[in-house]
């Protein structure tokens, strides 16, 4: 009987990017509103995930970490570091939902936002789940590519979003999809 390998759970909150270039590494964050970029350079087998709050820079200072043209270069540079080469990157986009109607869609803003950068920097998306009113749990695994994303009900949904922090006391609800 084989054993899998044990696979270590790097969790990326809003502000924050990680890359890395291990095989036994998965990547994951849970979203609402806020969008993650998965880039991969599979010829490098490095990839990245990040977790941004807003669209565009804001107006600099040290709240940049929240919006995604900084996340978006952080995490582009964190992969050219490691040997990616930006014209082999390929993404998946994850997130964006409007979770409370009440309040403007800053979900879709970013949305959008995270598409036309990856446009604007060449960078071809394979693969997008973006929109929806639940939230969802998303895992990456940077050197295969793989993603997988789990849907959240609406009470998991508000405290991702109130909290703006992994949930890891219990799995999600159903709903599971894998992008390859």
């Known amino acids: 009987m084989s054993v899998a390998p044990r696979q270590n759970r790097l969790h990326v909150i809003q502000g924050q990017y990680q890359v890395s270039d291990q095989p036994d590494i998965v990547l994951s964050t849970i979203l609402g509103s806020c969008v ?3 880039l991969r350079d599979p010829t490098a087998e490095v990839g990245g995930m ?3 709050l807003l669209p565009g820079s804001g107006n600099g200072g040290g709240e940049a970490n ?3 043209v900084h996340l978006m270069e952080l995490l582009i540079n964190g992969l050219l570091q490691m040997g990616a080469r930006k014209n082999r990157l390929e993404a998946k986009v994850f997130g964006g939902a409007q979770t409370m109607a009440q309040f403007s869609d800053v979900g879709r803003q970013n949305g ?3 598409e036309q950068f990856l ?3 060449g960078i071809r998306i394979v693969n ?3 929109g929806g009113a639940s939230g969802r749990k998303v895992e990456f695994w940077p050197v295969s590519g793989r993603a997988r994303q789990s849907a959240l009900n609406g009470a998991d949904t508000l405290k991702a979003v109130a909290r703006e922090k992994p949930i890891v006391s219990k799995p999600v609800v159903a709903d599971d999809v894998e992008f390859f």
Do not use: T
């Open 119 to 121: 446009r604007d920097e």
């Open 66 to 68: 929240r919006y995604g």
């Open 128 to 130: 997008s789940s973006l």
């Open 36 to 38: 993650a970029a998965c």
């Open 50 to 52: 990040n977790h941004f």
């Open 112 to 114: 959008i936002f995270a």
